[in-house]
T-cell receptor, first 111, second 109 residues
Framework: DVKVTQSSRYLVKRTGEKVFLECVQDMDHENMFWYRQDPGLGLRLIYFSYDVKMKEKGDIPEGYSVSREKKERFSLILESASTNQTSMYLC??????????FGDGTRLSIL | GQQVMQIPQYQHVQEGEDFTTYCNSSTTLSNIQWYKQRPGGHPVFLIQLVKSGEVKKQKRLTFQFGEAKKNSSLHITATQTTDVGTYFC?????????FGKGTKLSVIP
């Protein structure tokens, strides 16, 4: 079974802090994604990566950056956290254009 | 960019009634995927449709992909309380998926 592991289930940070969300997958998938999920807005794509060291902006990249130094790991970075980045963050991986396998999510609160 | 519209946003049904959610894309899709998210959980892949006019069944769930590959539907026959959750469609582009906003299904026992 594919396993996508997100480093934290719940996280509380302060405005202005630099925040790192980590995601690791164990199935050698080429593609990895970061989404945020907010009530009434569904899943919105922040960034994705289709190869090591490659990254592409999604629909809402502002205020975020990503890092993919190894195939299995995809990190999301909030450069200077703001209250409007309070959300559920979901990481996913997939082989090609096939099914996304999601992690359990990180519920991030910015105070 | 690609947009995927999904309706309805909410649906409340009595247990045993049928349920349908619909997806429409602004562009032709290479494939469409369906996911289910239980309350407090993460989206879980249900199925992928690739061919024009394709129909697939999983027990009480029937998935259809339109002839023009721009729309899709999920139909649940005789809903059960275990069907509760949010159902998302997602249209596939080059590397990424564009998700609909989902239909939240409530089943009244």
């Amino acid at each position: 079974d594919v396993k996508v592991t997100q480093s934290s289930r719940y996280l509380v940070k302060r405005t202005g802090e630099k925040v790192f969300l980590e995601c690791v997958q164990d199935m050698d998938h080429e593609n990895m994604f970061w989404y945020r999920q907010d009530p009434g807005l569904g899943l919105r794509l922040i960034y994705f990566s289709y190869d090591v060291k490659m990254k592409e902006k999604g629909d809402i990249p502002e205020g975020y950056s990503v890092s993919r130094e190894k195939k299995e790991r995809f990190s999301l970075i909030l450069e200077s956290a703001s209250t409007n980045q309070t959300s559920m963050y979901l990481c996913a991986s997939s082989p090609g254009d096939r099914a996304h396998h999601f992690g359990d999510g990180t519920r991030l609160s910015i105070l | 960019g690609q947009q995927v519209m999904q309706i309805p946003q909410y649906q409340h049904v009595q247990e045993g009634e049928d349920f349908t959610t619909y997806c429409n894309s602004s562009t032709t899709l290479s494939n469409i995927q369906w996911y289910k998210q239980r309350p407090g959980g993460h989206p879980v892949f249900l199925i992928q449709l690739v061919k024009s006019g394709e129909v697939k069944k999983q027990k009480r769930l029937t998935f259809q992909f339109g002839e023009a590959k721009k729309n899709s539907s999920l139909h649940i026959t005789a809903t059960q309380t275990t069907d509760v959750g949010t159902y998302f469609c997602a249209g596939a582009g080059s590397y990424q998926l564009t998700f609909g906003k989902g239909t939240k299904l409530s089943v009244i026992p």
